[in-house]
């Protein structure tokens, strides 16, 4: 059973920066992939980046446009995603998840695996 607990929210004005953390605990093997995604109220659960367990490229939605970071410590298990230039669209709750394979997907019905989620507000 791997629980994952996401943290490093909070809110900021338009242009600054956060940088959240998710920390994996339990006995899982590789490989896996690990994710970041958010949910605004009243739509749906998006993707925002992921990257595979041996910290190889990750791929990022479009949306990010060279603004955010996502790394991986397979050591200590976890799971980091620096976000600069934050914009009021971004403002939702993240969360990270994993998804016990190789293979890194957008679709977040195939990631079994979740934070409780952190709050990023975003204000004008």
């Known amino acids: 059973q791997v629980q994952l607990v996401d943290s490093g929210g909070g809110s900021v004005q338009a242009g600054g920066s956060l940088s959240l953390s998710c920390t994996a605990a339990?006995?899982?093997?590789?490989?896996?992939?690990m994710g970041w995604f958010r949910q605004a109220p009243g739509k749906e659960p998006e993707g925002v980046a992921a990257?595979?367990?041996?910290?190889?490229?990750?791929f990022y939605e479009d949306f990010v446009e060279g603004r955010f970071t996502i790394s991986m410590d397979s050591a200590k298990n976890t799971l980091s995603l620096q976000k600069n230039s934050l914009k009021p669209e971004g403002t939702a709750v993240y969360y990270c998840?994993?998804?016990?394979?190789?293979?890194?997907?957008?679709?977040?019905?195939?990631?079994?695996?979740w934070g409780q989620g952190t709050q990023v507000t975003v204000s004008s």
């Open positions: 998840a994993l998804r016990p394979s190789a293979s890194a997907v957008r679709i977040a019905s195939e990631y079994p695996c």
């Open positions: 339990g006995r899982f093997l590789g490989p896996y992939v």
């Open positions: 990257i595979t367990w041996t910290g190889g490229v990750p």
